[in-house]
């Protein structure tokens, strides 16, 4: 089955740098990779998705770019805000079935 | 943000206990979804529902029944649940099922005592 990875675990940036958070999966045939962005007691919120056709996405200060040959895929956040600051979960689609498996999340933290 | 709501937000219960987890979806999506999110763990799918039908259980144990009535409303029924059934329980919805697009509401924290 679909197996995603997400490095690193915990990330602390200074406010105002970049911050880049990488996803790995192991099924080749994935074609849909969300960003989930989770504050504290929140839900988790579709931040943003790229599908399998395109190469990077870009919306403001968050973008994803996909490398589907070494089957990875990144969220990049540029001039951080405090209000960064939450749990990020990747996620790829399975192929043959209509499910999302996803990462275990990682903690970003941004510094003021 | 109200697309996607649930209730209670918070539940205690005890193992013999019966209790029923409540989703409501007002974005005019036809999937419904039932997640398990545990500490250090990703999220866990249980149940999907397209157009009122059940197209997914992922092996959830039947102490979990869900029930769909229609396309805006999905309960998790609950009983005789174990102590590693605490959890936050998510529901998410989308336009047409699959992985595209999952909306999610804010969640039951149920800790089972």
């Known amino acids: 089955g679909e197996n995603v990875e997400q490095h690193p675990s915990t990330l602390s940036v200074q406010e105002g740098d970049s911050a880049v958070i990488k996803c790995t999966y192991s099924?080749?045939?994935?074609?849909?990779f969300p960003w989930y962005k989770q504050e504290l007691g929140k839900r988790p919120q579709l931040i943003i998705d790229?599908?399998?056709?395109?190469g990077e996405k870009k919306d403001q200060r968050i973008a994803v770019t996909l490398n589907k040959t070494a089957k990875h895929f990144s969220l990049h956040i540029t001039e951080t805000q405090p209000e960064d600051s939450a749990v990020y979960f990747c996620?790829?689609?399975?192929?043959?079935?209509?499910?999302?498996?996803f990462g275990k999340g990682n903690q970003v933290v941004v510094i003021p | 943000e109200t697309g996607v709501t649930q209730t209670p937000r918070h539940l205690v219960m005890g193992m013999t206990n019966k209790k029923s987890l409540k989703c409501e979806q007002h974005?005019?999506?036809?999937?419904m979804y039932w997640y398990k999110q545990s500490a250090k763990k990703p999220l866990e799918l249980m149940f999907v529902?397209?157009?009122?039908?059940?197209?997914e259980n992922n092996s959830v144990p039947s102490r979990f029944s869900p029930e769909c009535p229609n396309s805006s409303h999905l309960f998790l029924h609950l009983h005789t649940l174990q102590p590693e059934d605490s959890a936050l329980y998510l529901c998410?919805?989308?336009?047409?099922?699959?992985?595209?697009?999952?909306?999610f509401g804010p969640g039951t924290r149920l800790t089972v005592t």
């Open positions: 998410a919805s989308s336009q047409f099922g699959g992985p595209y697009e999952q909306y």
């Open positions: 099924d080749s045939a994935s074609n849909y």
């Open positions: 790229i599908r399998s056709n395109v």
């Open positions: 996620a790829a689609s399975i192929s043959g079935n209509n499910r999302l498996a």
């Open positions: 974005l005019g999506h036809n999937a």
């Open positions: 529902y397209n157009f009122k039908e059940q197209t």
